[in-house]
């Protein structure tokens, strides 16, 4: 399944769980260095920013839930 894929779900349970699967497959592959494209940071930003202008409210609330947490999960401590 595309990581992407659940975040458009209808299903509030299937959002987060999509969310928190990305969030764990990109905060591991920072730490390992991984070069898959799905997981990559960059590309992972861009795609979650994107998902925000989706006409489907589920989709924006799947991908704002995403955003919020990669950002949290990676920020640097202040």
Do not use: W
């Not at 299903?11 to 969030?23: N, S």
């Amino acid at each position: 399944m595309d990581l992407y894929e659940g975040l458009v779900s209808s299903d509030e349970k299937t959002r987060i769980a999509a969310a928190e699967q990305l969030v764990k497959r990109i905060v591991a592959a920072r730490q390992s260095g991984t070069t898959d494209r799905a997981v990559d940071f960059d590309y992972a930003l861009t795609r979650l920013v994107k998902g925000l202008s989706s006409g489907r409210e589920s989709a924006r609330l799947g991908f704002s839930i995403a955003l919020t947490e990669v950002r949290t999960t990676t920020q640097s401590p202040a």
